[in-house]
């Protein structure tokens, strides 16, 4: 019986807690469909006031992905380490062509390369191949 309501109390604790976290990102004014892995938070978080929209934060996510897709082009047998640091060396100075007047932390900005590194095609041709076959099994059975 006692474990049956520690169970009760639990779970009211836990719908207490998702209500109180809605609460406070409504508080802030945050909708959650607009932020992309969270990084939307992130950044407007260094932007000022007047920069901080959500149409500035898809600039910033789509040059960023324009230079790691630039660099995993020109940069193939590189390691990846060394990848990583290009990229942010040009997407910092992709970011200073956008003319804000705050800046965002590198940090940020490795964080958003290595999502967008993640989200680019394979290139190993036979791990791609055996994706795509199982997809299909999957489709036909």
Same mark, same amino acid.
Request: charged share 25%; hydrophobic share 45%; with cysteine.
């Given at each position: 019986?006692?474990?049956?309501?520690?169970?009760?109390?639990?779970? =009211?604790?836990?719908?207490?807690?998702?209500?109180? %976290?809605?609460?406070?990102?409504?508080?802030? !004014? @945050?909708?959650?469909?607009?932020?992309?892995?969270?990084?939307?938070?992130?950044?407007? &978080?260094? %932007? *000022?006031? #007047?920069?901080?929209?959500?149409?500035?934060?898809? &600039? @910033?996510?789509?040059?960023?992905?324009?230079?790691? #897709?630039? @660099? !995993?082009? +020109?940069?193939?047998? *590189?390691? &990846?380490?060394?990848? *990583? *640091?290009?990229?942010?060396?040009?997407?910092? #100075?992709? =970011? +200073?062509? /956008?003319?804000?007047? #705050?800046?965002?932390?590198?940090?940020?900005?490795?964080?958003?390369?290595?999502? $967008?590194? $993640?989200?680019?095609?394979?290139? &190993?041709?036979? /791990?791609?191949?055996?994706?795509?076959?199982?997809?299909?099994?999957? %489709?036909?059975?």
């Amino acid at each position: 019986m006692a474990q049956l309501i520690t169970q009760y109390v639990l779970i =009211i604790f836990l719908i207490l807690g998702f209500a109180y %976290l809605i609460y406070l990102l409504n508080d802030r !004014e @945050i909708k959650i469909r607009d932020d992309y892995f969270g990084i939307t938070y992130c950044i407007l &978080n260094t %932007l *000022e006031l #007047s920069e901080a929209t959500a149409e500035d934060v898809k &600039n @910033i996510i789509r040059t960023i992905s324009g230079v790691v #897709s630039f @660099i !995993e082009a +020109n940069y193939k047998d *590189e390691e &990846n380490s060394l990848k *990583e *640091e290009k990229a942010l060396s040009l997407a910092r #100075s992709a =970011i +200073n062509a /956008l003319n804000f007047t #705050s800046t965002i932390d590198d940090e940020s900005i490795r964080f958003i390369i290595r999502i $967008a590194s $993640a989200c680019l095609p394979p290139t &190993n041709k036979i /791990l791609w191949y055996k994706v795509k076959k199982t997809e299909l099994m999957f %489709l036909f059975f």
